[in-house]
């Protein structure tokens, strides 16, 4: 502005004109730059200047998943392939080795661009955030994931599986039926308790505005990562999707905004309490301890910071979770010599009893894990995942400059026939641990792997343990679809396109 009041109107013109020649220029530079460094590693054809392999690529999620995926047959003897998105190369990973090279460098710590949409919702939390932010937030929370907390998180697990168990009891010998919701809804209510301490009730209502809102934005948001030309926000504003995100954005906001402020006030309120009474003490949540957690510094968070990590785990803690359960059911349905099996395991830990699951049935259920594990390498939740090469490097021989993406799929890294021999064949007992022995650390990474893995793994495995195992005590799972027919829908999250239909046998009267 200030700089346009001294000059006259040509003058502003021929500035802009070589302000945007500069830029363009500067881009061009750095296209051409990663153009050449990159012209070994093997690619698509035809590769178009600016737009890449662009007009090759399917226009739906599902489709250019499944394309991409099938490149990785093709490309299989080569330890990478590259993708121009329009001026973005992408380098496609899906060996084992070659995936280590770069999750085990502490330098390439730094999210992709495509993570920039998630910022309005999660800010920069521990998902999103890179450098010293991140260092910081990580070791601030690791502690909250302690097994300690995890034990008092298996009493809201036993209590939401129940009503999960009420829900389908109705559905119990009646035909098929989705159960893809029912699933969904109970994770939903088991973060909610456990990261904020607010029950939702979203098994019983599932009218909820805020449990609307976190499906409108999961939608909007990947809707937006596939097409480029909203990426820049004023196009996105005028054209796009811009109010509507912004709605939700505000609905989630406020909730998760209030929960904050109504357990400060709690926390408070008991800690000048003394004689409150520990039969009413509420549980804690992940929220109690961002609230009290401070730094080396003695420095607390800040409600914007604290806010950033809740919004984070209900995004992240969910969705992932209800998949992987759906899977594990679709594939337990269609096995039932596995499901047999699990159910023996069962009986020996609780014989007739019905009682809640604790801590040490839960080490017994060895069984039930291998079938969890093998479930989340056929169908992994975070199919794929991207990170920026943050300084030039070498893979497997092929020079990756600074700044170009990585893109590691998960889904073709676990289809691996020199790890999995029959790799499409579902058989829990690759898991035991006499089967692993010798396997390549990174062949099988559902929750990624190095300092920047899933900080909820031990939270997500154990609510598997939980929901299943009290499906499975009460009922027989039968499937009702055929593995061709579950198209699975490789966006942020690996979903089947039709929900998993199932019919369900009642065990107990
Ligand atoms: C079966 C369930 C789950 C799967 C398959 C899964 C998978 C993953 C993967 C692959 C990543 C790395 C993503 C990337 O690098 O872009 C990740 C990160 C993360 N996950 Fe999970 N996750 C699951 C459940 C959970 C749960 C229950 C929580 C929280 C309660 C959670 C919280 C997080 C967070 C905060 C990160 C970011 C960690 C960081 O960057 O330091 N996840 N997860
Ligand atoms: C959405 O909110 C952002 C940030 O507050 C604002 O810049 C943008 O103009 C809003 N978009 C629309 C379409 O209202």
Redesign the pocket.
């Known amino acids: 502005m200030l700089v346009a009041g001294l000059l006259n109107g040509s003058e502003v013109f021929v500035t802009l004109l070589l302000f945007l020649t500069f830029i363009t220029y500067q881009l061009l530079k750095d296209y051409v730059h990663k153009w050449r460094e990159l012209k070994p590693v093997p690619g698509i054809s035809p590769t178009y200047p600016f737009l890449g392999n662009a007009l090759n690529f399917k226009s739906n999620g599902r489709d250019f998943f499944c394309q991409v995926v099938g490149y990785t047959k093709e490309f299989w003897n080569s330890p990478l392939f590259k993708l121009w998105i329009g001026p973005v190369p992408f380098l496609i990973l899906y060996h084992a080795d070659t995936i280590e090279t770069v999750l085990s460098n502490p330098v390439h710590m730094d999210?992709a661009y495509a993570y920039k949409f998630l910022h309005p919702w999660l800010g920069t939390g521990?998902?999103t955030s890179t450098g010293d932010k991140?260092r910081h937030r990580?070791k601030l929370l690791t502690p909250t994931f302690h097994f300690s907390i995890l034990t008092e998180f298996l009493e809201v697990m036993n209590e939401q599986g129940e009503v999960l168990i009420e829900k389908l009891e109705k559905q119990a010998g009646k035909g098929p039926f989705n159960c893809f919701n029912h699933i969904t809804l109970c994770a939903l209510d088991i973060?909610c308790e456990t990261a904020m301490g607010k029950k939702i009730y979203a098994q019983s209502n599932h009218d909820s505005e805020y449990v609307r809102s976190v499906y409108r934005m999961s939608d909007i948001i990947t809707r937006r990562q596939r097409m480029p030309w909203y990426w820049p926000d004023f196009v996105y504003n005028y054209f796009g999707e811009g109010r509507e995100h912004n709605r939700s954005l505000k609905i989630l906001h406020s909730f998760t905004e209030s929960v904050i402020n109504e357990r400060t006030e709690y926390i408070t309120y008991v800690e000048s309490d003394s004689e409150s009474d520990q039969g009413t003490r509420k549980r804690r949540a992940f929220l109690d301890m961002l609230l009290k957690t401070t730094d080396e510094d003695g420095k607390k968070l800040t409600h914007k910071d604290i806010q950033e990590e809740v919004d984070?785990?209900m995004f992240?803690?969910h969705d992932?979770?209800a998949a992987?359960m759906n899977w594990a059911i679709h594939l337990l349905g269609s096995h039932p010599e596995v499901q047999k099996k699990a159910q023996q395991e069962l009986f020996e830990v609780f014989g007739e009893s019905e009682r809640p699951i604790n801590t040490e049935d839960l080490k017994k259920l060895r069984y039930l894990e291998c079938v969890i594990k093998e479930s989340?390498r056929l169908f992994?939740?975070?199919p794929f995942?991207a990170r920026t090469i943050c300084e030039d490097t070498q893979i497997s021989g092929y020079k990756v400059p600074k700044g170009a993406n990585v893109i590691i799929i998960t889904y073709a890294l676990h289809r691996d026939p020199r790890f999995f021999p029959d790799p499409e064949e579902f058989r829990p007992e690759r898991f035991l641990p006499e089967n692993c022995v010798g396997r390549h650390p990174y062949a099988y990474i559902?929750?990624?792997a190095g300092l920047?893995?899933?900080?909820?793994?031990r939270?997500?495995i154990m609510e598997e343990k939980v929901i299943l195992a009290s499906i499975l005590r009460y009922f027989n799972i039968v499937a009702c679809q055929k593995r061709e027919e579950l198209r699975p829908l490789g966006e942020l999250v690996l979903r089947p396109e039709q929900g998993i239909w199932v019919t369900l046998e009642r065990r107990k009267h």
């Open positions: 999210k521990l998902l991140w990580r973060i984070t785990f992240e803690g992932t979770t992987a989340l992994p939740s975070v995942f559902p929750f990624s920047r893995n899933c900080i909820g793994q939270f997500a």
